[in-house]
Every structure is written in structure tokens, then in C-alpha cells.
T-cell receptor, first 113, second 112 residues
Framework: KAGVTQTPRYLIKTRGQQVTLSCSPI?????VSWYQQTPGQGLQFLFE???????NKGNFPGRFSGRQFSNSRSEMNVSTLELGDSALYLC????????????FGSGTRLTVV | EDKVVQSPLSLVVHEGDTVTLNCSYE??????LLWYKQEKKAPTFLFML????IEKKSGRLSSILDKKELFSILNITATQTGDSAVYLC????????????FGKGTLLTVNP
């Protein structure tokens, strides 16, 4: 079956711009989580959605937001980009909890210049 | 607090060696402990552990959880160069907190 698909794979943006990243989970998975990965901080939780509802949010500023659609696809948006937002953004899907392990996509590499 | 601490942070071994990677975690709202392997981008799932003392095995890899002492180990026997990667340990929160808290990872380098 198809895995978790994230688009785009790479993105270069300028400070102050906004960006939207997309994640299509494995068919049948209703939970989608987003993580930011940087060399200094490692993998950090951004937020998790289940059936279009945000169930949990990490310690990120309000510039980071997300949503989930009825087909379980999810988007995350970062407004007013800062240089420190440069990172690999990973999306993970699961049935509900980690019953079968969260499956990660290949990520979107965002570079802010 | 959801802290996860992995050790060592990096490790260099020769092919054929056996390695043990460590992961300690905090207990609040604990649901499960997961191990992932990350080579380029997408972390790939290795194991999920929920019960103490039950070893999970997959080929040369095995893992076990100690819920009393709050740690887990990942063993790799007869290492190969293809095992070179970052190994990530993650704690899944339960209750209403659906998230994974990751450790910083262990960078394993296997030399021929």
C-alpha cells in the first residue's frame, strides 16, 4: 500500500513569507502528526490531528498552524517565516495511537533565506 | 515532563560487532516506547514496546523494555555497514496527549 506522501520535497522561502506543506497519510489512517527536525533540537512535536480535530499541540509559536481534511489529508502552515524555521518537516500517520507504529513520510526540507 | 535520553550519542564499531543502544524516559502519561532507524529522511519503524520484560526481535535486531527502571535497550548483533544510521527512541504519551517525544538519537557508524 502507498506510504505517507509529503509535498513538496524541497522548498526555499524568504524571511517574512508564509508556506504551506501537505501530507497525505496511509489509506485508512485517521491520525496525522507533524514534527520539526533540526540538528540542534532533534525531532520536536508540532501537532496531531484525528478526524479533523487537533488533539494535541507542541510548544511552537502561533505562526505554526495546521488542519486536517475529511479525507485525512493534512496541511501545516507557517506564517512570517524566520531563519530558524529552516528544518526538515516530517509528517507521520497512524490508525489512532501507535498500535502499529507511526509511519513517517520522507519530509519536506524547508530552507528560509 | 516527557524527557527521553539516549546514550551514547554516537558510536563507531566494526562489522560483526554487537552494539547496545540505551534509552531512558520519564513515566508521566506513558503509553509505549518506540524505536526508529533514520538513514536519510523518513524514520523507519523498528519496534513498539508496551510490556516490561518482553523482548521483541526482528532478524539481528532486538529490543526490550523495563518499565520499573524506565529504560529500553536496542541490540544489534553481527552489525553490517547497512546498519549505519541514526537510531531514535521515542516515548508515546497516553491519555489526551497524542504525541511522540524523541530522544536526540544515537549515530551508529559501522566500518567494514
Amino acid at each position: 500500500k502507498a506510504g505517507v506522501t509529503q509535498t513538496p520535497r524541497y522548498l526555499i522561502k524568504t524571511r517574512g513569507q508564509q508556506v504551506t506543506l501537505s501530507c497525505s497519510p496511509i489509506s485508512g489512517h485517521r491520525s496525522v502528526s507533524w514534527y520539526q527536525q533540526t540538528p540542534g533540537q532533534g525531532l520536536q512535536f508540532l501537532f496531531e490531528y484525528f478526524s479533523e480535530t487537533q488533539r494535541n499541540k507542541g510548544n511552537f509559536p502561533g505562526r505554526f498552524s495546521g488542519r486536517q481534511f475529511s479525507n485525512s489529508r493534512s496541511e501545516m502552515n507557517v506564517s512570517t517565516l524566520e531563519l530558524g524555521d529552516s528544518a526538515l518537516y516530517l509528517c507521520a500517520s497512524s490508525l489512532s495511537t501507535a498500535t502499529y507504529g507511526y509511519t513517517f513520510g520522507s519530509g519536506t526540507r524547508l530552507t528560509v533565506v | 515532563e516527557d524527557k527521553v535520553v539516549q546514550s551514547p550519542l554516537s558510536l563507531v564499531v566494526h562489522e560483526g560487532d554487537t552494539v547496545t543502544l540505551n534509552c531512558s524516559y520519564e513515566v508521566t502519561n506513558f503509553r509505549s516506547l518506540l524505536w526508529y532507524k533514520q538513514e536519510k529522511k523518513a524514520p523507519t519503524f523498528l519496534f513498539m514496546l508496551t510490556s516490561s520484560g518482553i523482548e521483541k526481535k526482528s532478524g539481528r535486531l532486538s529490543s526490550i523494555l523495563d518499565k520499573k527502571e524506565l529504560f529500553s535497550i536496542l541490540n544489534i548483533t553481527a552489525t553490517q555497514t547497512g546498519d549505519s544510521a541514526v537510531y531514535l527512541c521515542a516515548r508515546e504519551s497516553g491519555g489526551s496527549n497524542y504525541k511522540l517525544t524523541f530522544g536526540k538519537g544515537t549515530l551508529l557508524t559501522v566500518n567494514p
